[in-house]
């Protein structure tokens, strides 16, 4: 289990612009913390889909589609595997950090 919060994750989409009211944000919000657990493989973009898919109970195709139109609207779009990765490194660094810096795994609140 990660040591990263749902809320560092809802902050972190929220700074990249895409907000709750997003369909895709639900999508993101799973499958960032589906890759940060390790519950599904990082490198393939079809097992996040399916794996978000079941959580939400729609199709893995659905998955793709809110994702990627919420990516799209962001300040820099980027592929939907990328930004998912990228994400999970960003949050899974920052809280690594502060761990270190800090002594703690509680996380910043932003």
Same mark, same amino acid.
């Given at each position: 289990?990660?040591?990263?919060?749902?809320? +560092?994750?809802? %902050?972190?989409?929220?700074?990249?612009?895409?907000? =709750?009211?997003?369909? !895709?944000?639900?999508?993101?919000?799973?499958?960032?913390? !589906?890759?940060?657990?390790g519950?599904? %493989?990082?490198?393939c973009?079809?097992?996040?889909? %399916?794996?978000? /898919? $079941?959580? $939400?109970? $729609?199709?893995?195709?659905? $998955? %793709?589609? +809110?994702?990627? =139109?919420?990516?799209?609207?962001? /300040?820099?779009? +980027?592929?939907n595997?990328?930004?998912?990765?990228? /994400? +999970?490194?960003?949050?899974?660094?920052?809280?690594d950090? =502060?761990?270190?810096?800090?002594?703690?795994?509680?996380?910043?609140? !932003?």
């Open positions: 289990m990660s040591n990263v919060s749902n809320k +560092a994750i809802s %902050d972190y989409l929220t700074q990249k612009g895409i907000f =709750h009211s997003s369909q !895709g944000y639900k999508c993101l919000m799973l499958g960032i913390r !589906g890759i940060l657990d519950t599904v %493989d990082r490198n973009a079809k097992a996040i889909y %399916d794996y978000v /898919a $079941v959580k $939400v109970g $729609v199709k893995p195709g659905q $998955v %793709d589609r +809110a994702i990627r =139109h919420a990516i799209r609207k962001t /300040a820099q779009p +980027a592929p595997k990328e930004f998912l990765l990228r /994400a +999970a490194d960003d949050l899974a660094f920052s809280a950090a =502060h761990a270190f810096l800090f002594g703690s795994s509680v996380e910043p609140s !932003g």
